[in-house]
Nanobody, 125 residues
Framework: QVQLLESGGGLVQAGGSLRLSCAPS????????MAWFRQAPGKERELVAA????????YYADSVQDRFTISRDNAKNTMYLQMTTLKPEDTAVYYC??????????????????WGQGTQVTVSS
């Protein structure tokens, strides 16, 4: 079973930045379609950003467009979510997800077989 190891969460003031990292325990990031989801207290989990296997195609939720950037570094075998201009409404547990069988990015969470444990991001006002 592939594990996704996340890091980078924390507490930041509104307007600040954080970078989340996600690394698979097996294989290379370029062999997975990957994504970041988040779940705020009392809300359903939602897709934040997704990236295709080769990394040429990216998707962003409207709420994070122009503030967040999803990327991967094949040399470090790690996927990232760079978050800037953070807002209190970005507060949530962020989850990394991966699928080895799909080339293009995936929008539906039920299609991802592998998930990270989640990392807390808290943005104070």
């Amino acid at each position: 079973q592939v594990q996704l190891l996340e890091s980078g969460g924390g507490l930041v003031q509104a307007g600040g930045s954080l970078r989340l990292s996600c690394a698979p325990s097996e294989g290379t990031v370029s062999n997975y379609a990957m994504a970041w989801f988040r779940q705020a207290p009392g809300k359903e989990r939602e897709l934040v950003a997704a990236i295709s296997q080769i990394g040429q195609n990216r998707y962003y939720a409207d709420s994070v467009q122009d503030r967040f950037t999803i990327s991967r570094d094949n040399a470090k075998n790690t996927m990232y979510l760079q978050m800037t201009t953070l807002k209190p409404e970005d507060t949530a547990v962020y989850y990394c997800a991966a699928d080895p069988d799909t080339y293009y990015y995936i929008l539906r969470e039920e299609q991802y077989p592998y998930w990270g444990q989640g990392t807390q991001v808290t943005v104070s006002s």
